[in-house]
């Protein structure tokens, strides 16, 4: 009798330690959680309980889903002095007996960094330099939770783990929408937003802090890391890049057919009539180009009645013998690539319009000047 005395006694004991002693606390487990809700049976809560608010947290009670008490760090004897809100809800006049129904959110105030974001789509502006165009950019984000009873109101709600994954989706529209927004506002051309990072980052983060503040969070840092155009856009700003390093396009097209001839006679297996006449070729269409460009680079001629200047003199155009072979007609610059690339001697024969015969290019006062500096033949050795 004894021995069953004295384990109702321990039952009794046990009884009344579980109903006036109590913790509520949440041990972070490290993960990218923001939000917890403390789980307890009914959400009761005992008398007198001991609640535990670590470093960078906070602790908020909800009462049927609106905003009590929040704690920040530190240890607190929960009873009607600590609780006015939660006790003006439940209407305790004179203290309140245990166990009493609260829910209550544990909220981490820690920074949640390297966050992303990117534009799913492109987005599309006006440029000054290149008129309507379209972009992608994405980047990284860092957020702190500033005001624990927003947060979990606004986006909490009755959730009982949120993470930084959950509202990650919600945060990047905001700031996909308000990066729209801000981009097309900061008026920086496209082809120096690489080198202003950093202000469209400050610029964007202005835009976009406002908005997550509605929810208690505070943007700590908004980066851009990279801002693209479409692929074929870049194909076609490479070009121009290219065009814009080659210059003058006539000596360009004079260049790459003198090198062509060059390529063609050092060629072997084309004989010396295929090399002929791929030099030619490559001259003619070489001088065809260039004459294109020139007539496009022409002024427009006077409109109809207005006194039209005389037509310029002809320009003299040689044929030249290669390898047996009639190639040209070309002018006196072509000539002097040529003669230049020793395609062109003293010796080659060359015809024009009103020749009766071939007569060697040295022997052409037209053409003089073109071996004026070529030095005479190395005598041979003694």
Known sequence: MAGIQKADNMGILNKLKGEFIDIVEWIDDGQNLMAYRFERHNNEIKNNAQLTVRESQMAVFVNEGQLADVFGPGMYTLNTQNLPILSTLKGWKYGFNSPFKAEVYFVST??????????PNPVMLRDPEFGPIRLRAFGNYSIQVTDAGKFVIGIVGTDGEFSSDKISEQLKSIAITRFSDAIG???????????????????CHEKIAPDYAEYGIKLTKFLVNNISLPENV??????????????????????QSAQAMTDAANNPNGGGAAAGMGMGMGFGMAQQMVNSMQQAQQPQQPAAGAAAPPPLPNALMFHVAVNGQQAGPYDLNTLAQMAAQGQLTRDTLVWRQGMANWAAAGSMPE????FAA????????I
Do not use: H
């Open 110 to 119: 820690k920074q949640f960094t390297d966050l992303k974001w990117g534009t």
């Open 185 to 203: 506002e900061c008026k920086i051309p496209v082809l120096d937003m690489a080198a202003n990072y950093n202000e469209v980052s400050a610029f």
């Open 234 to 255: 870049e194909e076609a700003l490479d070009k121009r890049s290219s065009m814009g390093i080659i210059g003058d396009m006539g000596k360009f097209m004079q260049y």
């Open 367 to 370: 053409l003089g000047n073109l």
């Open 374 to 381: 070529t030095p005479p033949p190395v005598p041979p050795a």
